[in-house]
Structures are given as C-alpha cells and as structure tokens.
C-alpha cells in the first residue's frame, strides 16, 4: 500500500495524544470540588450508616424514664429524647434507615423506569402507546398526596414506605429513557448490528442500556436525594417508620409539640441538619455528575 | 384554538377516571375498616348489627359497582357523606378550600415575583458573587426539608423574636388588629416557606433561560440598533425567557398542593392539606375519595393551563 492513512508510529502524532489533557468524565468531575467534597460527606454517612453497632457507642432502643429530655452531656453526647433513649444512637441507626429507604426506594423506582423506557422505545408500536399512556397515569397522580394514602392505607412500616416511594417515582425517568433509546435505535451502530442478525436482547443491554448510563446514574443521584426527602417528610407526619425504629425525619416528629420545640432544641436539630446535609450533598453530587457528563441533559 | 381546547379537555376525562379508579380500588381492599372506625370499641356489637351497619354504607357491593354508584353520584354533585361526622363531602372541602387557596396563592404570587426577580438578576451578573450566592440559595431551598424550615421558622421568628403567631389563619384575642392584617401576618410564615421550593426552581430556570435568550441574535441586534439596556432586557430578552416559567410554574401546582399537607398541619392552617392528614387517620374513606378527585383534576387542570398559556404566549406554537 503507497498511502498510509493510519499513521500509528508518527511520532508527533503520538506526541500530541500525550501532552493532551485528561477530558474524562471522571477528571470533570473531579474538577468540580464541591461535588467532590460532597461525596466525600456522602461516603461517611455511609460508612457510620453500615457501622451503626460500633459508632454508636449506646443501644438506641433502650428506654431510660429516669432521664428524659436530658440536654447533651458527657453520658449522652446529643442528649435524651422523650423516653429517654441516647439521641446521638438513635442518629447513627437513623442514618442506616434513612439512607436505605432512599436507597432502597430508589432502585426500585429506577429499575421501573429503565424497564418502561427501554421497553417502550424500542419495541414502539402499541406496546409503546399502552406503556405512555400508563405513564402519563401514573405522572398525573399528585405524587406526595397518593404516597401518604397508600402509607396510611397498607400500614406504615419502612418496607411499605421504600415500595410506595418506589413504585410512584419513576414516570420521569421512563419518558426520559424512551425518548433517547428512540434516537439510538435509528443510529447507524444500532442499525449495523441488526443487519448482521444480532438478537434484540443483545442489542439491548449491548449497544443501548450502556448509552443510557449517564441518565441512569445522575437520576439515580438526583433521585435518592428526593427520596430521602420524601421518607423523612412521611415519617415526620409520623406515616413512616415507626417509633422505636428511628429514621431521622421520625425523630423530628416530637418536635410538633410547641415544648419539644422551645425547650429541647436537641431534640430537632441535629436529626434536621443531617436530612438537610445528605440531601444537600446528593443534589451537589448529581449537579456535579451531570456537569461532567453533559451540562445540558434534562434530568 | 376552541378546538385544541376541547381536544385536550376530552383526552383528560380519561386520566381523571382511570386515577380515581385505582385509588377507589386501593382504597377498597386497604386493611382498615371503616365501620370500626366508627363505633365504640368499648361496647361489644354484634355481627348481625355490623353486617347492618356495612350493608347501610353500601360496603358489601363489588368494587366496580362501588365506583359506579360513587361516579353517578359525583356528575351529580354528590361527594358521599364523610364516616366521620356525617357532613356532605363536598361541604367540608368547600369549607377549607379557601384557607389552601389563601396559602398556595401567595406561595405562588411570591415566589414567582421572587423567583423570575432573582433568576434575571443572576443571569445579568453571571460568575459574580451574586450569581454563585444565588445558585446555593436555590440547591438549599431544594434540599432542606420544608418541615425542618418550618421549625426553625418557628423557633426563631415565633418563639425567640415573637414576630409571628404560631398557629392558626387569626387571633382570637379580642384587642387583635383589623382582620385582612391579622390574616396577613398568620399568612407570612407559613407561606414563605411553602412558596421556597418554587422560588428555588423558578429562579433556576429563568436563570438559565435569560442566559440562552441573552446569547440570541435578536439580542445582539436590539443592542446593535442602540436600545437602552433596560429595554433590550426587559423588551427582548426577558419576554422570551418568560416562556418556558409559564409551564414550570403551572406543572408545579401539584408538588405546591402536596406541599400544603405539611405546612398546614405544622401551622394548624385550617385548610385541605390537614383535612387530608385527619382524614387519613380517621380512614374516613369519602373524604379521601373527594380529595383525590379534587387532587387529580388540580394536576389535569394544570397540564392544561400550561399547554394553553403556552400556546397563547408563542404564536409559533399555535396549536390546530
């Protein structure tokens, strides 16, 4: 061959490639410091989530009706609540149940999205129209006043409130999904690999679902954060994990008492800036992600 | 634009009857029963009376029949009657439908003043200090809870300071000034926080709206052609990146509505939100039922107020 038009060896070529600066997601990402701060914050909730027993230091179930509402000391570093129990226990266990009813809620309604979106986009047709259509139900449901009555109504315990939470929040990410895997099916690549007889399924978790990730991962951020809401709004109302268990929106709930409010500020705070923290970094971590994938995707 | 109207209004009627349908069903086979709601627990019933009691609220029929009985009696301005105290349905809602009306109202006048105010400003200082300031007041009004708010709220302002009342729509001391004041000052509270979340997502958006118009040809040529900045800001720019807020604001009206559930009950605000909160704990059914309709047409509603205010805002949208 006279013409070389792959020119590996030149060296300037490769000279080039070298002194080329990282443009990675990974070092985008890396570059937006107050997403990185915040999974650093994110990390260590969970690492004292998953250590609750350890961190902990005192049982927080254990009720001690000689000392209630006991302002912090060195027996109790965050305090007593209204039966007693060691406040700075029931935040560490609470972290465990907030974090995985966020977690687990999440999977659920992420699962749900991908499958609806992927499903209906590809296959299109009816099963695309009976699919939409379903969504849009769904989509029309005042979301937090349906959450509340289907607590209510199955019984509220953490394992309703995580498939509740669930089952109602994925409509966003399904229409989201649908719409890109409706302009990767047309692509050439998409289009090559059917020509040589690729079997749908193949092609699905192939050449689309990895095309999907970035949407997947930054709902998924964005989407614990709302979650996490959610659970400690219900909880708070006191439709969500039930006391003894403590998730942190529960322990805010006796803070509904004009007294608990004024007299015992211990009671409220602490649990209040951890929701507002963790959910602070999730939404930090999903702004930062999506920066570094692509600023304009509407997620 | 009659027509695109009543196109949109039929392909609703769906949707609203395919909502109250599933929650009617939910609602049916929940664990939880009414007729024990209603009696005594003290006194011993017998089955006989009981089964009486289910037959008279209609509680042994299938639920399809359930539905139907229950939709006839809706196009007929019937709600059903709350298992609680008896009332019309419709009644108790007309009751407290104007405190949450109040309430959402002035989150909504508020925070879309505020919102589109502090958009614009952030957009015209883009990466300056205000811009920055701007952006972390708007990720932490979206992230802190509005319950956790609303007890800092009351904690500083109501209890420390005494600015605020802690509860209620008004005074019932007898020196308590003029009403519409009285009302004003319970409202402040309450309503701010309600109205943040809005305000957070309003300014958001109209920031990055106001960006992408700024960057527009017809921009430049308004410039170009020597208009004050002021009019080129407010003439072009602003008019066109208002477009996109109409439908934020009005697709928000829903999460607003959910919002009202806790504020009302953090207040004691005398309006649907804590209805909903009393009703779900008394498993008084009718009410629920009347409240998700309520809900479900709200949210329709909205979808087309904002489709419509769309296409009447932008002629290139004219819809057949």
Redesign the interface.
Known sequence: MANTPLQENDPEQVDLNARKSPNTVGSRFRRHKVAVGSLVIIAFLGLIAIFAPIVAMQDPYTVDLDSIRQPPSADHILGTDSAGRDMWARMVYGARISMSVGFVANVISISIGVLIGTVSGYVGGRVDNILMRFTELVMNFPTFFAILMLVALLGPNIINVMVVIGVLGWEGLARLLRAQVLSLREQAFVEAARCIGTPHYRIVFRHILPNLQPYILVAATLGVAGTILTESALSFLGLGVQIPQASWGSMLNSAQSLTVLTNSPWLWLPPGIAISVAVLAMNFVGDGLRDAFDPRMEV | MATYIANRLLLAIP?VL??TL??FS??SV???DPVMAMINPEEEMSAANLDRLKEELGLNKPIIVRYAIWLGQLARGNFGYSYHTGEPVLRRIAVRLPATLELMGFALVASSVIGIGLGVLAALKQYTIWDYLLTLFA??S???????LA??A??VFA?KLGWFP?FGMRSVAFDAPPALLDNLHHLVLPGVILSLDLTAGLTRYMRSGMLEVLGQEYVTTARAKGLKETSVVVGHALRNALLPVITIVTLRL??L???T??IE??FQWPGMGRM??QA??QRDYPV?MG??FI??V???FS?LTADILYAVADPRIRHG
Do not use: D, E, R
């Open positions: 949707l395919g909502i599933i929650t939910f609602i929940a664990p939880g990720l932490f979206i992230s802190i809870p509005s319950f956790f007890l800092l009351l904690y209890l802690t829903p999460i509505f959910g919002g559930v806790i009950t953090m909903a909160i779900i704990s629920l409240l998700t809900a479900a709200l949210v329709l979808n």
